[in-house]
């Protein structure tokens, strides 16, 4: 199985901050590479697959970068909606795995 | 409007069964292949199993921890996918989502607000 590893675990940011979370992925998976975000008490909401493409509705201030092993997630300027818990996912192979979860919190 | 709505979670004994169901509506059902996703309390997410869609011969994937246990099963005149869980086990305890997957790229792209199941005797 590959193991999704992300740090950090959790994050502690003020409003206008720009956050970025890293994802390590235990073997190369080229760019098959989601992120998803989830608020506590919520269902996931998927952000970006592709390791860099926005799902629909998306806003540009997420971006993802990456390819083969290394991932990240930028926000580029934390607004209060966008703290949660944020989780990478490989489609590269079964079985699909997440990473941990970084929780992002308000400092 | 996509919509994923969960239903058929619960109180289930150890060792018993349980059908979990997941209607979707707003796009064309038969089109994608569809995912079930679970979250332990306070734990992080876990992949559970697939159903592809009828030009894959709606066949299906499964998690090590459940296969065996779980079946997964769909019914395109009914917009509906299926989890059948039996065996239960206490470590089974869980938000079960179900998610519809992206067409081609076969990322995670809409989820359902997820039904609970407690597994306790």
């Known amino acids: 199985d590959i193991q999704m590893t992300q740090s950090p675990s959790s994050v502690s940011a003020s409003v206008g901050d720009r956050v970025t979370i890293t994802c390590r992925a235990s073997?190369?998976?080229?760019?098959?590479l989601a992120w998803i975000q989830q608020k506590p008490g919520k269902a996931p909401k998927s952000l970006i697959y592709a390791a860099s493409s926005l799902q629909s509705g998306v806003p540009s201030k997420f971006s993802g970068s990456g390819s083969g092993t290394d991932f990240t997630l930028t926000i580029s300027s934390l607004q209060p909606e966008d703290f949660a818990t944020y989780y990478c996912?490989?489609?590269?192979?079964?079985?699909?795995?997440f990473g941990g979860g970084t929780k992002v919190e308000v400092k | 409007e996509v919509q994923l709505v969960e239903s058929g979670g619960g109180l289930v004994q150890p060792g018993g069964s349980l059908r979990l169901s997941c209607a979707a509506s707003?796009?064309?059902?038969?089109?994608?292949?569809m995912d079930w996703v679970r979250q332990a309390p306070g734990k992080g997410l876990e992949w559970v199993g697939r159903a592809r869609d009828k030009g894959n011969s709606y066949t299906t994937e499964y998690a090590a921890s459940v296969k065996g246990r779980f079946t997964i099963s769909r019914d395109d005149s009914k917009n509906s996918l299926y989890l059948q869980m039996n065996s239960l086990q206490t470590e089974d305890t869980a938000v079960y989502y179900c998610?519809?997957?992206?067409?081609?790229?076969?990322?995670?792209?809409?989820w359902g607000q997820g039904t609970l199941v407690t597994v306790s005797s």
């Open positions: 073997q190369g998976i080229s760019n098959y």
């Open positions: 996912q490989q489609y590269n192979s079964y079985p699909l795995t």
């Open positions: 998610a519809r997957i992206r067409r081609g790229i076969f990322s995670f792209e809409y």
């Open positions: 707003g796009f064309t059902f038969s089109d994608h292949f």
